[in-house]
Every structure is written in C-alpha cells, then in structure tokens.
C-alpha cells in the first residue's frame, strides 16, 4: 500500500496565497533578526496529534506501507518538524516547494513547479498540483493495489480526484 499523507504544519502553515508573498515576508523577517534557529525552535513546538507519531510507525513498519507527502508547506519547515520527532526516515519521498537558508541566513522558498500548472482545481495553489503528483505516482510502473491520501486542504481535492478504483 502506498499512503499519501499532506503534512500539516500548524505552527506556520504557508497558504496558497502567502506562498506568493514568502520572499517578503523571509526578508522582513530576517531583517528583523529572525534566524534558522528560529524558525527551528518555533517549527519543533508546533504540536502533532499525540497518535500521529504512532499511526505513521505503524502505517510504515507493520503495515508495510511507502509513506509520501505531499505539501504546499516547504522542505525547511517538513524537514525540520519530521526531524525534531523522528519520524523523517519513514517517508521515501516529499513532493513540497524547496527551501533553504542563503548565505546571509534568509529563508528562500521556490516554487514546487516552474511556473503556475494551470490546473482549475488547484487554481489557489499556482505553486502546486497535488493532482499533478498524485497521476504522477500513479503512472509509474510499481503502482500498489492500494493508495491512501488523505489531506485538508482545496487543492487535496484534486489529487483524491485523480485516484483510481
């Protein structure tokens, strides 16, 4: 089984919308003293449902299922918060916008794709179609009898929408 999780990041979730305005606000930040460390601290408070940790060991060692994510959030801030609870190691792959810390220490988010995909489900989104991702998986030649995607947001929509039967 594969399971396709999008990582929530509650602390500092960026939306759609913000993501277009992140340099800004990166370089406002960081011209306000706010550094990696930061951002870490802040990142590795930001709460997860006490199961999670559980539900996701389980899903990976028992189960046996290829863990993704799938998130319009960002490498720094996924890597960050799996890393502060040990929980990296469980997926085999992140679909996410890049993101890292230039060499004056502003955070730097890009675009997961090149330019907006154009997609009217995902249309809030212009950085990402998890739909895109999600047929993307889907084509590959060791596709498992069954996925699993779960998520919160509009753009989830999409990808659940381009699941098979």
């Not at 939306?15 to 011209?31: E, F």
């Not at 998130?71 to 918060?81: G, K």
């Not at 154009?118 to 889907?138: F, I």
């Amino acid at each position: 089984c594969v399971c396709v999780c999008v990582f929530l990041c509650l602390c500092h979730r960026l939306s759609a919308i913000a993501l277009c305005h992140a340099q800004t606000r990166m370089r406002r930040q960081h011209v306000h003293g706010l550094r990696q460390a930061d951002f870490a601290q802040a990142l590795q408070q930001a709460p997860l449902h006490p199961a999670m940790p559980s539900c996701l060991r389980h899903l990976k060692r028992e189960l046996g299922c290829d863990l993704k994510i799938v998130s319009d959030a960002n490498q720094f801030f996924i890597d960050t918060i799996l890393g502060h609870h040990g929980l990296g190691p469980l997926f085999s792959q992140i679909f996410t916008n890049p993101a890292a810390f230039n060499l004056q220490g502003q955070l730097e988010i890009h675009w997961f794709c090149e330019s907006p995909h154009g997609c009217e489900r995902c249309a809030r989104t212009p950085n990402m179609c998890k739909g895109t991702v999600v047929r993307q998986l889907l084509s590959q030649p060791a596709v498992p009898r069954k996925v699993v995607y779960v998520g919160d947001g509009r753009n989830d929509f999409c990808a659940a929408a381009n699941l098979r039967k």
